[in-house]
């Protein structure tokens, strides 16, 4: 079975850091590009970041470019979001979502076909 | 940055009847790499239509997606009462990907 597990998420300060980290099972992880998505409080979806299935190619959200960093581990089956500077409206649910397209296929990325639980970031004081 | 506009925002309807949720992009989304998820409370997405039309495996064929360009919609022949939950469009030909605000469905 298809398996995206979300962990990090806790309460945080205003201008710190954390780590977000997604475990992944029952697929080829190396072979696929993978992503964080966050929902706010009674809010929508919203992209953030995506990583191609070899880690060289990375794409974040104009909101979070140059505060957040994506980044993987294929030896781990491991995905991760370190972020920083972090805002009050970085509160969120944070999903991660595994791509739908293989890499034999040759594009980066598709639609996201699976996605974990999620994990809880607040940002306050 | 291509913006989605859904609409209706809630849409209020029976069991049984059919729901029509619309998407409108503000510029042309390229080879139709338009998707649909279902968003049930205390749950992750799930995707049901991708490239505009095509059915996600599992999907039950009440659920279908239509549309090209700029404007797209996801229809529920006959609603079950599962079907009643929030519905997200999403662009994924371009970076940022971007979705729609969401159309809540709610049982009338």
């Known amino acids: 079975e298809v398996q995206l597990v979300e962990s990090g998420g806790v309460v945080v300060q205003p201008g710190g850091s954390l780590r977000l980290s997604c475990a992944a099972s029952g697929f080829t992880f190396g072979d696929y590009t993978m992503h964080w998505v966050r929902q706010g409080p009674g809010k929508g979806l919203e992209w953030v970041s995506l990583?191609?299935?070899?880690?060289?190619?990375?794409y974040h959200a104009d909101s979070v470019k140059g505060r957040f960093t994506i980044s993987r581990d294929n030896n781990k089956n491991s995905l991760y979001l370190q972020m920083s500077s972090l805002r009050a409206e970085d509160t969120a649910l944070y999903y991660c979502?595994?791509?739908?397209?293989?890499?034999?296929?040759?594009?980066?990325?598709?639609?996201?076909?699976?996605w974990g639980k999620g994990t809880t970031v607040t940002v306050s004081s | 940055e291509i913006v989605l506009t859904q609409s209706p925002g809630t849409l209020s309807l029976s069991p049984g009847e059919r729901a029509t949720l619309s998407c409108r992009a503000s510029q042309s989304v390229s080879s139709n790499y338009l998707a649909w998820y279902q968003q049930k409370p205390g749950q992750a997405p799930r995707v049901l239509i991708y490239g505009a039309s095509s059915r996600a495996t599992g999907i039950p064929d009440r659920f279908s997606g239509s549309g090209s360009g700029t404007d797209f919609t996801l229809t529920i022949s006959r609603l079950e009462p599962e079907d009643f939950a929030v519905y997200y469009c999403q662009e994924y030909g371009s970076s940022p990907q971007t979705f729609g605000q969401g159309t809540k469905v709610e049982i009338k």
């Open positions: 990583i191609s299935w070899d880690g060289t190619s990375t």
């Open positions: 979502a595994k791509d739908s397209l293989n890499r034999r296929f040759g594009e980066l990325w598709d639609y996201m076909d699976v």
